[in-house]
Each structure stands twice: as structure tokens, then as C-alpha cells.
């Protein structure tokens, strides 16, 4: 059964009205609502209004109408006062994470650090100011600069930094961040500004950005902001773009330049020492050949000296012997010999070649032997005395 069924055997009225219908029906019969109507909106708002009213010290519900301005302005400052304390309740508890500390203030006034986890303040009074402190942050800035010598360059700049003291880094600078990238730009000028162009964009980055982290956290330090870099990288140098044409090929003549002198520096390292091989070889064939002549001319002086021992002992076969070798030796060098005749106008001609080649085979398959030029001058000999003698014998007859 519905608590608002007619008879009033339903269940209690959640609102307490139970013989609403009733009063409703006497007091406002023009409204014609009956008591199985459900309940006023506005009547409700105000049953709880007096509750509050009664609770905060309002008046009773005798004096409702008399009072109905007073009480209604008390139950909205009560309301306002419970939603008051409820918040202030939720604003005391905070929560701090593991990468988090807090810097609580006590009326601007810097009081504690605070650790991670559960903590209370007092609302209204206390400001906590959450920090960071493990996580890697990162600033870049892209600046035009000029070099040593006076020449400009677009550079940019990566830093990346952590927050180790929160503390600084929440009261000491107004804006850490801004400071950071000021001072960046303010080291990189500095660095920039003392190194020439050529190195900032082949060979110097590397140098170039250990020189700014060094400059860069010596500012943060005297500025105490509690900032401490992890790296800093030069991510790009280059020339500006109005001007890129001519830098390209100022560094390509550059390049060229460097190319004709490492081919050249090549070709004297193959060259020099290739002509001191050379020259030493010729030095060792020159001390070789000197060493072969004097022991040749000792050789020679040696055997000049045992044949006149053996000359003395033996002249007549001394001399044959000698002119058989010195034989040998010319015949050893010519094919052809073309011999004088005694008392005639007619040379004689020796085909040595010849008479070489009708030798028997044994003796051609063999270096000539002293035996072989023995016979061989024997038979030149031989044939110059026959034709010397065939033609004394032909002048003869010509004379009978």
C-alpha cells in the first residue's frame, strides 16, 4: 500500500505529513488537491529549512509565520556554513607522489619541505607549492649569432635539467623556466661569439656545447634556482638561408683543397720512398761492382804473377798457351774472321759459323772446349798456309 492512499492506513510519510490531505483540504480548499495528492515542493524545502533553522538556534514553528523572513535568512547561513566546513575539511588534506616535494608556506612565508605521501595544512592559511624533482626537463632555443669571425650562423640548442633544490626553484626566481632559456641564449652568444664558423659546423659542436653546459650551470647556480643540467646539445648549425649558395661553395673549394692536398701528400709518401729504394739500390750495386773490380784486378794481378812463375819454368808452352786462350776469347766473340794473306792482295774469309755448325753433334750440344779451339786453329792455320802456298804456285807459273 502506497503511503499516500486515501484512509490513512498506508505506511508513515517519508516527509511527516501523513494528514497533509486534511489540513490541505480545510486550508486551501480552492486548490481542490484532495489528500491523495503528493507533497508541496515548497513545503518541503521549508520543513527542512526549520529543521536547520532549530539546529543553528532558528526559531520553532509557532513563531514560522511571524518570523518566516528571519528564519529563512538563518537556515541559508547555516547551509553556507556547513558547506563551509565541509570544503575547508577537504582543503587540509593533500597528497604528495613519489616524484613530488612540497614547499608549504605559512602566510607567504616559507615554513617546511614536505616528503611524499598523506599530508595536512592548514586551509587558508597554508600554500603548498608541488615540485617536481626526478623528471628530465627540456628547453630548446634557435637564435642567429655571430662567430669570431664575423661570421653568422643559425644554432640550436637542446638543454635538458632537473629540479634539486624545490625550494629555489619555487621562491628564489619568478619564472625558472624564462631564467633558463635567457641565460641559454646569454652562454651561447658568449661561446658563439669566441669561436670561428668553421668549427661550429663540421668538427666543434661537441666542444662547443661542453663549454655552454659549463657557462649555462655556472649562471643557474648564481641565480640559485635550483636547477641542475643533465645535457646540453647543439642539435643543428648552419649558415643562414639568404646566404647558403655561397657558404656551399666556399666550403666545397674547401673540400677540394683538402682533397689535392691529401693526393698529393699520398703521392710524395709513394714517390720519396720509391727514389730512396732506387738510390739505395744503385749505392749497393755501386759497392758491388766496386768489390767485383777489385777482386777482379787482385784475381788478375794473382794470375799474372803465377804465370811468370810458370814462364820462367816453362817459356815455349808459357806463349802457346797464352795464345791459344787469347784465341779462344776473340773467337768466342765473332762468327766470321777475315784473315790477311802474306804477299797478296786478297783477304781470306773464315765462316766460323760455318765450321761450327759442320762439327759433330757431341761437340755443339757441349761448350766449347780447348781441345775443340786447339783443332779449330789448327785447321784455320792449316788453310791459310794451303791458300798462301796455292797462290805462291799460281805467281810462279805466271812468271815462267
Known amino acids: 500500500m502506497a503511503w499516500n492512499e486515501p484512509g490513512g492506513n498506508g505506511p508513515k510519510d517519508p516527509w511527516g505529513n501523513n494528514d497533509r490531505g486534511g489540513r490541505d483540504n480545510n486550508n486551501r480548499g480552492n486548490n481542490n488537491r484532495g489528500g491523495n495528492q503528493p507533497p508541496d515542493l515548497d513545503e518541503a524545502l521549508k520543513q527542512l529549512l526549520d529543521k536547520l533553522n532549530g539546529m543553528f538556534g532558528g526559531g520553532g514553528n509557532n513563531n514560522r509565520n511571524s518570523n518566516n523572513q528571519g528564519s529563512g535568512a538563518g537556515g541559508m547561513f547555516g547551509i553556507a556554513a556547513a558547506v563551509l566546513v565541509v570544503m575547508l575539511g577537504f582543503n587540509a588534506v593533500y597528497t604528495l607522489d613519489e ?4 614547499v608549504v608556506l605559512r602566510l607567504g612565508e616559507y615554513l617546511k619541505t614536505e616528503q611524499p605521501g598523506l599530508r595536512f595544512k592548514i586551509p587558508l592559511i597554508d600554500k603548498v607549492i608541488p615540485v617536481n624533482t626526478t623528471k628530465v626537463r627540456e628547453a630548446e632555443i634557435k637564435e642567429r649569432m655571430l662567430t669570431e669571425d664575423e661570421n653568422i650562423v643559425e644554432v640550436e ?7 634539486v633544490d624545490p625550494v629555489s626553484f619555487a ?5 625558472p623556466e624564462r631564467t633558463l632559456l635567457s641565460a641559454a641564449e ?3 652568444r658568449h661561446e658563439v661569439g669566441s669561436t670561428e664558423m668553421d668549427p661550429i659546423l663540421t668538427t666543434g659542436r661537441a666542444e662547443l656545447a661542453e663549454k655552454v653546459q659549463l657557462r649555462l650551470q655556472d649562471y643557474l647556480e648564481r641565480y640559485q634556482t635550483g636547477m641542475v643540467l643533465t645535457n646540453v646539445n647543439i642539435k643543428d648549425a648552419r649558415p643562414p638561408a639568404q646566404v647558403k649558395a655561397a657558404f656551399d ?3 666545397k673549394a674547401k673540400q677540394d683543397k683538402e682533397r689535392f692536398i691529401n693526393e698529393s701528400e699520398a703521392y710524395a709518401n709513394s714517390i720519396v720512398p720509391e727514389a730512396r729504394g732506387r738510390a739505395q739500390r744503385q749505392l749497393e750495386e755501386a759497392s758491388a761492382y766496386k768489390e767485383r773490380i777489385i777482386a777482379r784486378a787482385e784475381g788478375e794481378a794473382a794470375r799474372f804473377d803465377n804465370l811468370y812463375s810458370e814462364y820462367k819454368k816453362a817459356p815455349k808452352v808459357t806463349r802457346e798457351r797464352l795464345y791459344i786462350e787469347s784465341i779462344t776469347e776473340v773467337y768466342n766473340n765473332a762468327s766470321k774472321v777475315m784473315v790477311d794473306v802474306d804477299g797478296g792482295n786478297n783477304m781470306m774469309y773464315l765462316p766460323l759459323d760455318q765450321i761450327i755448325k759442320n762439327m759433330p753433334a757431341q761437340n755443339k750440344t757441349n761448350a766449347i772446349s780447348d781441345n775443340d779451339i786447339s783443332r779449330l786453329t789448327d785447321r784455320v792455320l792449316n788453310e791459310v798456309r794451303a791458300r798462301q802456298n796455292s797462290s805462291s804456285s799460281s805467281r810462279r807459273g805466271e812468271g815462267r
Open 171 to 175: 621562491l628564489r626566481v619568478e619564472a
Open 157 to 163: 640548442l637542446n638543454a635538458q635539467y632537473r629540479v
Open 186 to 188: 646569454s652562454a651561447l
Open 249 to 251: 661553395d666556399v666550403q
Open 99 to 102: 616524484q613530488e616535494r612540497g
